[in-house]
């Protein structure tokens, strides 16, 4: 089911930020969200096995907290 939600996801999100900017920066913009998710899917593993091996709740937390402070910096983004 992961693997549905991420194919569903990905296009509107590598669209919609190439969408945002003029074309002369969309071939750096690219960069950007190819290097991010490379790095997600490396650094996310190795960090929540590292919180979860020093406490087994931990990783939920610290990412439960993570996506709290995204959704309040999204918010305050959409109302400026």
Avoid: C, K
Wanted: charged share 10%; aromatic share 12%; no cysteine.
């Amino acid at each position: 089911m992961t693997s549905w939600g991420f194919g569903f996801t990905r296009p509107g999100y590598t669209a919609g930020a190439s969408l945002a900017v003029p074309l002369s920066e969309q071939g750096a913009v690219a960069g950007v969200i190819t290097s991010a998710n490379g790095i997600s899917y490396v650094l996310a593993p190795a960090l929540g096995i590292g919180l979860y091996g020093w406490q087994h709740d931990l990783p939920f937390a610290v990412f439960a907290l993570v996506l709290i402070g995204l959704a309040a910096a999204g918010r305050s983004r959409l109302s400026d």
